[in-house]
């Protein structure tokens, strides 16, 4: 059932220029509550020409959105696919295409993810009081197993998911001759990782590297594809809900959880600025107190300050001595 509250995501005219006549298209954008559809609620409550919502199996909380959006004049239509299923992917193509007046998407952002039930990395399961050893073999193999499936599913939705969507969109861009924004949402926790969701970090990690192998692959067609990635802090929606009391859980990174709206607001900020300041740059969102303080002293949270900070990656390379002092030497003869 549709509960978000439609006017939070009217940002008026100082943030107009995000999402104006623009074909809209966002993964995992039909889950009630989630980041997804505060972008969906963002593009259509700020002039977008038209908004695909895509979903995978959350297909109630998707036609209930595009039918929100039916209600306020907004040209939506909803997408079934698994991002990780290329065949299933490309027969939205023609559909998506049509959708859009014959036109490919000029804003994709890349949204479709997964995170983990939780599992201490790299550690054995601590014994059991007068286990039999047959006992626990059984019960850590059957944790190892269930943990890496539960990775591999986030691993394969996030990275997979992202390929597949660059592959496609990027491709008809080029074919139709017309410009197109790649928006990748990634996570804090890609730079600074928590415990417990290797998969999630590992995967979120990755996709900050797609919009500079685009940009290689492109050659002269770069010029119409502008991609970037955004690093976001925790949002409370339905997957992180039951953290949000929990400061163990976030309060490292920030005084209280965002709410969709407010993430949705500082993305569309973003998005206002120009392709050059973007291009294939790294993006991170950062919340504060907005007295400065870091709350140690237990205050109450009171207002808060979003900005945004660019992140790079300085990548040093030096030879190594006892390398170059003896190198190995083959013939090639």
Known sequence: MFSADVDKFRFGSEFADAFKDQRVFITGSGKDGGIGQAFALAAAMNGAESVGVHFHSSYKDAFDLVSEFEKLGVHAFPVQADVTNPRDMWATRSYIIDQ????????????????????????????VEEESVAMRRARVRQHFIDSLDDSRRVLDTKIDGFMASTHLWAGEAVYHEEPLRIIYVSSRQAIDPGPAVPGYAISNWAVLQLPQVLD??????????????????????????????????????????????????????????????????????????????????????????????????????????????????????
């Open 100 to 127: 859009m007046g014959g036109k490919p998407p000029s804003v994709l952002i890349c949204n479709s993810g997964l995170t983990e039930s939780g599992y201490s990395f790299g550690r054995a399961l601590r014994p």
């Open 216 to 333: 290689v692959n492109l050659g002269r067609s770069a010029h119409l594809i502008n991609a970037f990635s955004v690093l976001f802090p925790f949002i409370r929606t339905g997957m992180t809900d039951e953290y949000a009391e929990n400061e163990k859980v976030f309060g490292r990174w920030q005084p209280r959880m965002l709410e969709t709206h407010e993430c949705a607001e500082a993305f569309t900020q973003l998005l206002c600025r120009s392709d050059e300041e973007l291009h294939s740059g790294m993006f991170e969102l950062m919340v504060g107190r907005s007295d400065g303080s870091d709350g140690s002293d237990g205050s109450p949270v009171g207002d808060i300050d979003v900005t945004w900070r660019q992140v790079k990656f300085n990548v040093e390379e030096a030879p190594l001595e006892w390398s170059q002092g003896s190198p190995r030497r083959f013939s090639t003869a």
